[in-house]
């Protein structure tokens, strides 16, 4: 049930010295409670940051009745609040290397109205085989961005006790400890922010500095640099005329759209024109990558527009062209053919 811990490594936590209630008003402990609804604890789980999709990877222990010890694995857990707001919906994925599925599930956490306290309920496989599981919510340190729950679990006809602690350690990471009580044996991980864009990058990885040598003996740069620790990638392109003088043209920001779940791409350039894109192809073929972008928006006098951009990256050349263009005001897509522009990467 590790994964699911750690899917609930969204929402939980404790440590192997919390094994009452009752320890919570240890001096040690004064900065953890029980929230009073769940509103309170919604508001904590917004402001540190534990909603969203985690990843680790780690060694399986000695811990849960359904997994061996010693297997190596990934994990993606997944907690997300419904649409009226009022629970946490959690799922898990834990593998090898190689595909082999070690635990999968998911469950929800919410306000009990009869014990007047955050509950949750779990359920899934480990290792083909089902278990079944219910959460209490110990407490929450505020100041700390830490949680702490008590977990009971059932599989395969034997029932265990644990105790889950989980620290926000900044937005996009944290560290968790699972204890199962009757032995002491503890679980540690750290598990980061999914971050799609730079999967969206993985293979087709433009950062740096291009620069393409035009005819007439100008030159044009794209300069792409990873921003936001790695979150996000900004782009700008350069014109830079034969006497050396520079016009930075656009500016372009790669990000993760967590409403559509997919990343996008959107600018802006120095006549005030704005569009939206997103990546509709990505073929990769043994060094040669090849990426297509689908691009709507509106020019500086309000007439709509798209258009495709193809991206061919092979090593340190990068080529672009630009087709398939499209207005709303009756002109020509002829009039727009440019001829395929070649980079060569300079830094």
Not at 310 to 320: F, V
Request: proline letters at 2%.
């Amino acid at each position: 049930m590790l994964r699911l811990i750690l899917c609930v490594s969204c929402l939980c936590s404790c440590m192997a010295g919390l094994f009452a209630e009752d320890q919570l008003t240890d001096p040690d402990h004064t900065g953890f409670k029980k929230p009073a609804s769940w509103q309170e604890y919604r508001t904590f789980l917004q402001q540190h940051g534990f909603i969203g999709v985690w990843e680790t990877t780690g060694t399986t222990k000695d811990i849960f009745e359904g997994i061996p010890a010693g297997i190596a694995y990934t994990q993606t857990s997944n907690s997300q609040l419904t649409e009226q707001g009022t629970e946490m919906q959690l799922s898990h994925r834990m593998q090898t290397a190689d595909g082999e599925i070690i635990s999968n599930g998911g469950g929800s956490i919410s306000w009990n109205n009869n014990s007047s306290q955050i509950t949750g309920l779990v359920s899934g496989f480990d290792t083909g085989k089902p278990y079944f599981g219910e959460l209490t919510l110990a407490g929450i340190d505020t100041e700390t961005g830490t949680e702490r729950w008590t977990y009971q679990e059932t599989s395969r006809g034997k029932t265990q006790d644990y105790t889950i602690e989980i620290t926000q350690t900044d937005a996009n990471h944290r560290k968790e400890s699972i204890t199962l009580q009757a032995t002491g044996n503890t679980l540690h991980s750290e598990l980061q922010r999914r971050n799609p864009v730079a999967e969206y990058m993985a293979d087709f990885d433009t950062t740096g500095v291009w620069e393409a040598q035009l005819p007439d003996g100008s030159r044009w740069q794209i300069h792409t640099e990873w921003i936001l620790g790695g979150r996000a990638v900004k782009s700008k392109n350069v014109a830079i005329d034969k006497h050396g003088n520079a016009t930075q043209k656009n500016t372009i920001l790669v990000y993760w759209d967590a409403s559509r779940k997919r990343v996008a791409q959107v600018g802006t350039d120095i006549t005030g024109s704005s569009w939206r894109g997103e990546r509709v192809s990505l073929e990769v073929e043994d060094d040669k990558s090849i990426s297509r972008t689908r691009f709507q928006g509106v020019n500086a006098s309000g007439i709509s527009m798209g258009l495709t951009m193809t991206m061919t990256l092979e090593g340190n050349q990068l080529t672009r062209v630009f087709s398939e263009w499209t207005f709303d005001d009756g002109r020509s897509p002829l009039e727009q053919h440019r001829e395929p522009v070649v980079f060569r990467k300079l830094k």
